[in-house]
């Protein structure tokens, strides 16, 4: 797949989609703790519609592959990890797993989290030995003390722990990264460079939610580089009794601003999915003077199955998967040029 731009990969997938967000419903005590300013939507009680997915971009067989699980009857967090395992193996997709982009050095290196209904989390870094990260960030999550393994350690582990080795470099990427070499100049421009990470939340038929992101990260970034796609409560976070949420686009700033575990926090507050990301978002963008160069996306769920995403700049959907349909979502955006 070329490299996609962000302005006009979705514009058509857009059209007639649908952005269907309620207000979230309040607990007594998120009825004391919420500011006026939050009070924008009237309240309502809601049951999910079991089960749901969600995720960034559209990755429709992703999507749909976790609601088939889902729907099969697995469990939050494995529908997750098979969903976005189809574009870690997707050779197409030069963002996420086999085939990625590589950094300036000609390595692919790649990125991925997870985080289970019970708080439990998992994640890998800067991996170059297998595509399956985030299968390997479970492992991680589960089978070690820790929660992070990064480089070689995690490259060992993910040997004894029996995944293949592979070569994620792609002839089509290494061609691309050749080309690059030609007049390297970094310099990650929202609109020219790759973003698309996928990020994913499940709720199962019991009502739980569980989480995965993996990213092959920036394109052409510097060797070591780490985004926010790995990192929790910045890529990605959820807490079972409120909701959830991920991130894609310049993990850098999403890390600034712990984004996921930001937008958990106003959900635990009060504030709908919807709104949670569009504060998030504000966030970022009122403290900075260039973000009409980059993108950032959200895409938050919270427990009643309400889901909401917001972006800085036109272009970015997400996938939504409930009542067996599986659909793409238009995604307001903060930079409205006149
Ligand atoms: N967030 C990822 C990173 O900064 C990039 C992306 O979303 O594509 O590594």
Redesign the pocket.
């Known amino acids: 797949m070329k490299r996609r731009k962000f302005i006009q990969n979705t514009a058509a997938g857009a059209v007639g989609a649908t952005f269907a967000m309620t207000a979230m419903a309040c607990t007594d005590e998120n009825k004391k703790t919420r500011k006026p300013s939050q009070d924008k939507k009237p309240m309502s009680k809601k049951m999910p519609n079991l089960p749901i997915a969600i995720c960034?971009w559209q990755f429709t067989n992703a999507n749909k592959t976790a609601g088939d699980a889902l729907e099969n009857g697995k469990p939050a967090l494995e529908a997750a990890i098979e969903g976005v395992s189809i574009e870690e193996q997707n050779l197409k997709n030069t963002?996420v797993g086999k085939g990625g982009i590589p950094d300036r050095q000609g390595n692919v290196t790649l990125?991925a989290c997870v985080m289970a209904t019970n708080g439990d989390c998992g994640a890998v870094m800067a991996v170059s030995s297998t595509s399956h990260v985030a299968a390997l960030a479970r492992k991680v999550m589960e089978d070690t003390p820790h929660v992070i393994l990064v480089g070689e350690g995690a490259e060992e582990f993910a040997a004894l722990s029996g995944f293949e080795t592979e070569d994620l470099l792609t002839e089509e990427s290494k061609k691309a990264w050749q080309e690059w070499l030609k007049s390297p100049e970094y310099k990650p421009l929202i609109n020219i460079e790759?973003?698309?990470?996928i990020g994913m939340l499940t709720m199962d038929k019991k009502g739980d939610i569980a989480g995965a992101c993996t990213?092959s990260?920036?394109s052409y970034?510097m060797k070591g580089r780490?985004?926010?796609?790995p990192i929790i409560g910045s890529?990605l976070f959820l807490d079972n009794e409120i909701g959830g949420a991920v991130?894609?686009?310049?993990?850098?700033e999403?890390v600034k601003t712990v984004g996921s575990f930001l937008i958990v926090e106003l959900m635990r507050n009060g504030m709908s999915p919807q709104d949670a990301c569009e504060e998030a978002i504000k966030r970022i963008v009122n403290k900075n003077d260039t973000y009409k160069d980059f993108q950032i996306a959200y895409i938050a769920m919270n427990k009643m199955g309400e889901t909401g995403a917001y972006c800085i700049h036109e272009g970015f959907t997400m996938m939504k998967y409930e009542n067996k349909i599986n659909e793409n979502v238009f995604v307001d955006f903060y930079h409205k040029p006149s």
């Open positions: 960034t963002t990125d790759n973003h698309d990470t990213s990260g920036l970034k780490v985004g926010d796609s890529g991130a894609t686009g310049m993990g850098e999403v």
